[in-house]
């Protein structure tokens, strides 16, 4: 599957054709990831970044997210579902049962990223206050 071929906003599912020694397009259809996510997001300002990875899974995209505050030891790993211009992630964390923080993303345009923390266990020291919006920039 090429993201955003043969127009943006598109998809192709190529298909080798060993005859002409070239690929077909097999199938077109709306993008899945419409902004292609997957990269270092940051807001320098406060010193957050987050690494995305999306992977094409049965009706939508996989992603999951590493995140830290720049200079500090502290990373944290979510996963969830994305499609179109919005994902929804759960923390991952080897220490607890269940996880602490539910994410909310959104993309209004390629190159920024809106993250909403839509739930946060008390006792977990989350980076911002559930309902706050941290608008980040793709760096890479």
Known sequence: VVNNFPAPGKEAT?????????FMIKQEEA??????????????DVGYIVSLSTSRSEGGSLITAMYS????SFWGAA?????????ALLSLDARASAPQ????????SANIMEATILSCVPSYDC????????TLEKLL
Do not use: H, M
């Open 14 to 22: 190529l298909e080798w054709v060993e005859s002409t020694q070239n």
């Open 31 to 44: 993008a899945k990831d419409r902004y292609d996510v997957s990269g270092v997001w940051a807001n320098l």
């Open 69 to 72: 505050i720049i200079g500090q």
């Open 79 to 87: 996963i969830g579902g994305l499609v179109g211009d919005t994902a």
């Open 101 to 108: 923080v539910e994410f909310g993303l959104y993309w209004p």
């Open 127 to 134: 980076l911002v206050q559930p309902g706050e919006v941290l």
